[in-house]
């Protein structure tokens, strides 16, 4: 492969290898259960682990197992899936693992349509539309080397 199709590659696998997606700041505080029909508010935290700034970000968020979910908009309907609008985040910075960025605004919500004796996954998000370049690596990883050097040298004769 040549250089630049491996790029290709590291950039469309750059989500799922560098970027942790988690629901937070869930209200009311869910501890094992949560009630049938119950509204549950979030927000969502993104990490970046990697060496991209990640820009324009858009976020998929889907009920799962009969799950609902809606944006905060106090007119918004409880649907499957919703997607937010492209660069919903502005930026995830590159090498952020302790300086997550995290929705603002109005939280997302939830709520579950069934009831289950057992735990279950009842939302996922997903990275949607989202752009990089390659500022970043290019200005930030150009770092003082040592090893590139260059010396004179010569014979110093006593006059």
Not at 43 to 69: A, E
Not at 77 to 83: A, D, K
Not at 109 to 123: E, N, P
């Amino acid at each position: 492969m040549s250089v630049l199709a491996d790029l290709k590659t590291e950039i469309e696998n750059y989500p799922r290898d560098f970027l942790d997606l988690e629901l937070v700041d869930i209200s009311p505080a869910v501890g094992t259960s949560i009630n049938r029909g119950e509204e549950v508010r979030f927000q969502v935290q993104i990490t970046n682990r990697g060496t991209l700034d990640v820009h324009g970000l858009s976020l998929v968020i889907r009920g799962l197992n009969g799950t609902l979910v809606k944006t905060g908009n106090a007119q918004a309907q409880f649907v499957t899936s919703l997607v937010t609008s492209v660069g919903f985040i502005d930026t995830v910075p590159a090498h952020q693992p302790e300086n997550p960025v995290t929705t603002n605004g109005t939280p997302f919500a939830f709520k579950a349509t069934s009831s289950s004796a057992v735990a279950r996954d009842l939302v996922r998000v997903e990275v949607g539309e989202w752009d990089t370049d390659l500022n970043h690596v290019l200005i930030a990883h150009s770092d003082p080397d040592t090893a590139a050097q260059g010396t004179f040298s010569a014979v110093v004769s006593p006059q």
